[in-house]
Structure formats: C-alpha cells, structure tokens
C-alpha cells in the first residue's frame, strides 16, 4: 500500500491497531460515583444476592396463594387483615386464614407465598379484606437472588461502567470498584487562522471549536484529556508541541484548515519515529483527509479542521482506537433503523455520515437530513445521528430505512 492512497475506515484501523500496545494499564479504585463510564479492570460478581429478602412487587397483601383459590368477583375469599409489612423492617409473622398489608418492595413474610394486588381487593371495614381474584404461588413478588445470586458473574473485565451497571453492582454490595487507569490522550489544535474561544477575531480568524470539542468527548469515553492549545503552521512549533503530546499514550491533532499546514504536521510526524505516517486519506465523506500515524510505539490521528468532519472521524476511529488502547469491551456504536423523509446521493466506494434530526411523522420516528457543509458547526448542533451509507451503497430513496449513529 503505498503512502498517501486513500483507504477505507475499516483499512485505517487495520494499520493503526498494531501500534496501539494493548499492555493492561494499571488498576485503581474509585468510589461508584466517580467510576461512570471508567473500565472494570477485572470481572465484578454479586458480593451479595440482589435482592437481599423475597420482596413484593406491587402495593397490596402477602398471602397464602391456597387461601385464594377459587376467589371470585360475586365469591370473595374472605381473610383477616393481621397487620402491616412496613418498610426497612423484618416482616411479621403471617397466622392462619389472614393477609399482612404489604407496600411495592416490603419484605415477603416467610409463611407468605404471592402477594394480591389491592386492585384486587376490597376492605369492608371490619378487619377483613375480600380477594376477589386468585393467585398462585410466586405472584407479584420477586425471590431473595432471583436477580443476581452472590458470586455470581455480573460484569466481564473490560466493561465500561454505565450508569446502569454502577446501579448494579451497587445493589450486589460495591461501594468503590477496580478500574483501569485512564488513558492519557493529548488533543492539539494547529492552524494559523485559529485563536481561543472568547478572544476578539481578526481579519480571517475563526475560534477553536475542535480543540474545546475533542476534549469533551474523549472524557465523556472515559480517557484523561489534555488539550495543549494551539499551533501554528510552522515546522518547528509543530515538532515541539507534538515532541510534548508524546508522552501522552494517544494524540489527537485537529488540522489547520490549510492543505500546507496538513502537510506540514505529515512531515514533522514522518521525522519524529518510526513508521510515521500510515495513510493520509479516507474513503470517508466528510473526513477524508484524516492522517493515521504512529511514531515509536504511539498512535497518533490527524482529525481534519472543519468540524463536522473532525467530530465524524471521532466517532468512527478514534473512539474505537481509544477503546482498544484501554482493553475495553468495545460494543460498537449505538445504531437505530429508521425511514429517511428525502432522497440521497452517494457515491460508490466511500462511506458516507449525513447529520440528520429524528422526528415523529405520526406513523413512527423519521430521520430527516440536516444537509450542509462540512464547516458547518450548526448543522451538528442540531443533530441527534448520523445517518451512514454504507462503502459499498450508492443512496437511499425517500423513505427507504436507513442506519442512524445515535449521538
């Protein structure tokens, strides 16, 4: 493959991946509310069952199921209310021929086996309550363990901590839980157009949305970010600033939005170390003029300048590329099926990311393209996916289903 020809996302990761040392990182612990989105560094199991009693599922009254059989709307099975379950206490004893009134989550009574719902019954006043459908044994309740047994698998190493796991392992008895180390990834942003948000613009100067944007979405991956500002497109403050971001574990270089200051980031990379750069050009739209290096043992990605663009190769490359460098179960991206509202052309032999807004059309949610330019920072503002056509798909017609990146 020589130098510069321009290669699919799948054949850029292909000669990326190995230069991304899969060394396990060191593990520390954290407390569950700082672990979102961190990586287990080992397989977490229950350490206690979940739930910890049988518990009920509805507000209502624990019974014996066999006292309710037959219970009908014009034939009552008739039971002794005999008190009350209440929350975060040890339930009382359930006599004969009686109900205990129990709360959604109150803990089962032992001699209890299914709990009626109170829609289902009606309480005359008399210290009675009249069933007036039956149940049958593991109604409306939930077992001790049902959910998760102690010691039972619950997260693989390599997960990464969602909200939804760290609820979780939780409820199964972690306070704080054994993480890989963040990888330290280094975002530069090079051109001489670029200055700071919030200072006043000259002739031909735009503001640094890369820089501030690659940075927030590398720590919502979970990595440790640091953004080293802005460079410009001179060879030798380009050498020292990338010389600096090499001691990160992972480089993310926003370009200038000049083909000369591309070039020169090419040429100070192939200098830095060995191999260099890998492939200048993707089979991408928008990305195309992505640069995928790697210099002694250190990736390093060169994100086009315009926005879009950069965001999109973020999310088809990098993301993957951070994941692998932290050992992480890679899950792939988030994708939804849904009919698009207008026809749209692409080409053959490139993969194709089209923002789109997702609506309801009263029949089910569309994806309606929000087309513009690359530059265009709005256009991904508004979007809620990407829609993608495919390397090989030239199209979709209005209304045909199409994948949509959720972001």
Not at 15 to 29: C, F, G, I, K, T
């Amino acid at each position: 493959m020589q130098l510069f020809e321009v290669v699919t996302v799948e054949q850029a990761w292909g000669l990326l991946r190995p230069h991304l040392s899969p060394a396990v990182p060191r593990e520390e612990w954290v407390p569950l509310e700082r672990a979102r989105q961190r990586i287990a560094a080992r397989e977490l199991v229950a350490r206690l069952p979940v739930p910890a009693f049988t518990r009920s599922t509805v507000d209502g009254f624990a019974v014996r199921a066999r006292e309710t059989f037959g219970a009908s709307e014009s034939l009552p099975a008739i039971l002794r209310v005999a008190g009350e379950v209440h929350m975060g206490q040890p339930a009382p004893g359930l006599p004969g021929a009686a109900a205990l009134r129990i709360p959604t989550g109150g803990m089962l009574p032992l001699e209890a086996d299914a709990v009626v719902m109170v829609e289902d019954t009606e309480e005359p006043g008399d210290g009675c309550v009249w069933i007036h459908r039956p149940v049958a044994p593991g109604d409306n309740l939930v077992r001790a363990g049902e959910d998760l047994e102690a010691g039972q698998p619950l997260l693989p190493a390599g997960s990464r901590l969602s909200p939804a796991a760290l609820g979780a392992l939780a409820a199964c008895g972690w306070s704080e839980v054994p993480v890989r180390e963040k990888l330290r990834v280094a975002v530069l942003s090079t051109g001489d157009e670029i200055v700071p948000p919030g200072r006043p613009l000259g002739p031909g100067q735009v503001h640094d949305i890369n820089g501030p944007a690659l940075t927030l979405l590398l720590e919502e991956d979970g990595a440790c970010a640091s953004y080293l500002g802005i460079v410009v497109d001179e060879a030798d403050i380009v050498r020292d600033a990338l010389s600096r971001a090499l001691d990160h574990d992972l480089v993310l270089v926003s370009g200038g939005s000049s083909v000369g200051g591309r070039d020169v980031v090419a040429r100070v990379i192939s200098g830095l170390g060995r191999p260099g750069v890998l492939c200048h050009g993707l089979a991408l739209k928008p990305g195309k003029p992505t640069l995928v290096a790697a210099v002694d043992g250190k990736a390093v990605l060169g994100l086009p300048g315009h926005p879009l663009s950069a965001q999109v190769v973020y999310r088809v490359l990098a993301r993957q590329a951070l994941a692998w460098a932290q050992g992480a179960r890679y899950a792939g991206r988030p994708v939804v099926r849904h009919p698009v509202t207008r026809g749209l052309a692409s080409r053959p032999g490139r993969e194709e990311y089209i923002p789109c807004a997702l609506e309801h059309d009263g029949r089910g949610t569309v994806a309606r393209p929000l087309l513009g330019k690359s530059a265009l920072i709005s256009t991904l503002a508004r979007a809620e996916g990407l829609i993608h056509i495919p390397l090989d798909v030239g199209g979709h017609a209005a209304g045909e289903m199409v994948e949509v990146i959720l972001l």
